[in-house]
């Protein structure tokens, strides 16, 4: 079936650092998604992709969705002590998997004070 | 912001019983859905419902069973829990097939001694 490979799997930076994560597949996606969690708590939507080459912004947050449709990439400027979380990419893919999401394994970002 | 509900936030109990997790969401979404998963690790997708009267297994085998009477609200139910069946169950509902986001309930912290 479909995977996403997303990588870093943890990330343990200092506080005001720059943060890059990625998620790859050897499948075409039409959408993109990019969530945050915090424990004990349910995903929460960052960033949304609809376009291949499509760029988008959310404050701190910068996100792309790969030319050729199989990559995507999270950046986060500036880190701060509250950007703590587990990070999960998902991909749709409207042929494929019923049109169900399809998620990465996540990155979990730690950071320094 | 979704919109989404989840209750119990936490439950411990004992091995036999049968439990019924709630969620519901107040946004009219006809897709609604159920994710499995141990703390810090991926998601997994146990259940799907894409309207009334309509259910779906996921990509993991689960031992509970849902149901859909009406769009807002897809309860989750184990007749006979487990340790086994520890983990943290998610609850998720999307606006449309084709865009895809899924917003995440706050979850279900389920503990079997």
């Known amino acids: 079936g479909q995977q996403l490979n997303q990588s870093p799997q943890s990330m343990f930076i200092q506080e005001g650092e720059d943060v890059s994560m990625n998620c790859t597949s050897s499948s075409i996606f039409n959408t993109w998604l990019w969530y945050k969690q915090d424990p004990g708590e349910g995903p929460v939507l960052l960033i949304a992709l609809y376009k291949a080459g499509e760029l988008t912004s959310n404050g701190r947050l910068t996100a792309q969705f790969g030319i050729t449709r199989k990559d995507s990439f999270l950046n986060i400027s500036a880190s701060i002590p509250s950007d703590v979380g587990i990070y999960f990419c998902?991909?749709?893919?409207?042929?494929?998997?019923?049109?169900?999401?399809?998620f990465g394994k996540g990155t979990k970002l730690s950071v320094k004070p | 912001e979704a919109d989404i509900y989840q209750t119990p936030r936490y439950l411990v109990i004992g091995t036999g019983k049968k439990i019924t997790l709630e969620c519901s969401q107040t946004?009219?979404?006809?897709?609604m859905y159920w994710y499995q998963q141990d703390p810090g690790m991926e998601l997994h997708l146990i259940h799907y419902s894409y309207g009334v009267n309509s259910t779906e297994k996921g990509d993991l085998s689960s031992e509970s069973t849902v149901s859909r009477i009406r769009t807002e609200h897809f309860p989750l139910t184990l007749e006979s829990a487990r340790p086994s069946h520890t983990s943290q169950y998610l609850c998720a509902s999307a606006r449309d097939r084709g865009v895809g986001e899924q917003f995440f309930g706050p979850g279900t912290r389920l503990t079997v001694l």
């Open positions: 998902a991909g749709l893919n409207y042929g494929g998997s019923q049109g169900n999401l399809i």
């Open positions: 946004m009219g979404h006809d897709k």
